[in-house]
């Protein structure tokens, strides 16, 4: 067994009887035992099962980047306070101050990493277990978890559209159209990688404010939104075709979830919060909650003005209309 075999092998062990019962839930439900598509539906049942359980997380880091984007003005201070101070004395103060805002504000610039973070391990134990399918299915390897070594004869002489799960773009493996297998391996690593990049690119335009937005911190963001989909893109022809399927279903996944959330639940003062109070609007439904604070201040300004608003800072009890009757007709008098 492996380094990466060794340190994973607990996550392996929970991927692989997660792939096992769903390919025994299929079975059941009168698929082919054999059947390419039958461990297709058992990866994809494996994808939700993941992403429905980082949930929490996601939330989280929603949660997070939106903390993030509302104290950029005073990371923006912040730096300007120290603005050509490079000695060492005035970094580390820097640095500290940065710490006590994040902690002040309950967030952190790497909690929008978790997600990602938790989906890695797992992402990598599902590589090392459908690699290791021959060679459990050859006895060479003892079962993992669910496993079994016919599982793994099942799986290794599963085929879709005339690729083995197990073949790569570099490896195809043998007995196979090596033209077709590369031309449908990079087809879904172009759509992988395409997905990712749009879901990066959807939240920076749609999802952020004009303050983080002016933020040098941006930069970064930017990079990473040109970086990663290359960094997978360039990966992916190591990928096995199964695993290709679990990141593709996964960066869906993520899609939808988030087209979701900047559609329902914007950052304030973002493009996507606009286009919700335009809707609203149109559907002649109210503002939302703190949409626009200079608004409410205005409309809280006059209605300061009227008889039923508030003065001395008391307010006023309502008066009938009666009695309204009685005092216009004093003041005439």
Not at 20 to 42: K, N, P
Not at 83 to 108: N, P
Not at 187 to 214: C, D, P, W, Y
Not at 325 to 330: E, F, G, L, S, W
């Amino acid at each position: 067994m492996g380094f990466f075999d060794t340190i994973l092998y607990p996550i392996q062990w929970v991927v692989a009887w997660i792939l096992a019962l769903f390919h025994h839930l299929f079975t059941m439900l009168g698929m082919s035992a054999d059947g390419g598509w039958t461990w297709v539906l058992s990866i994809v049942g494996l994808t939700v099962v993941v992403r429905a359980a980082v949930i929490p997380l996601f939330v989280r880091q929603i949660k997070s980047q939106r903390k993030m984007q509302m104290i950029q003005p005073e990371i923006q201070r912040l730096q300007k306070k120290y603005k050509g101070k490079k000695d060492q004395f005035s970094r580390q103060a820097m640095v500290e101050e940065q710490q006590a805002l994040f902690k002040k504000h309950g967030t952190s610039p790497f909690a929008s990493c978790l997600p990602l973070l938790v989906q890695m391990p797992i992402f990598l134990s599902l590589f090392r277990v459908i690699m290791n399918v021959p060679q459990v299915a050859e006895g060479h390897m003892d079962a993992v978890g669910g496993m079994t070594r016919d599982l793994a004869v099942s799986m290794d002489h599963a085929v879709v559209l005339g690729i083995p799960l197990s073949a790569s773009f570099l490896d195809p493996g043998e007995g196979v159209n090596v033209l077709w297998v590369r031309i449908l391996t990079a087809i879904l690593i172009v759509i992988m990688a395409g997905m990712m990049f749009l879901t990066q690119r959807h939240m920076m335009t749609k999802n952020m404010s004009e303050a983080a937005m002016n933020n040098p911190f941006m930069q970064q963001q930017k990079m990473m939104l040109y970086l990663m989909p290359v960094v997978f893109g360039i990966g992916g022809v190591y990928f096995p075709l199964g695993v290709l399927i679990y990141w593709l279903i996964s960066n869906g996944w993520t899609m939808g979830q988030q087209t979701v959330i900047i559609r329902n639940m914007p950052t304030p003062g973002s493009q996507a919060e606009r286009e919700l109070m335009e809707r609203r609007a149109r559907k002649g439904k109210s503002p939302l909650p703190g949409s626009d604070p200079i608004e409410m201040k205005s409309q809280g300004s006059e209605d300061t003005s009227t008889e039923g608003g508030t003065q001395g800072g008391q307010r006023s009890q309502p008066v009938s209309a009666k009695r309204q009757k009685q005092k216009r007709k004093k003041r005439r008098k």
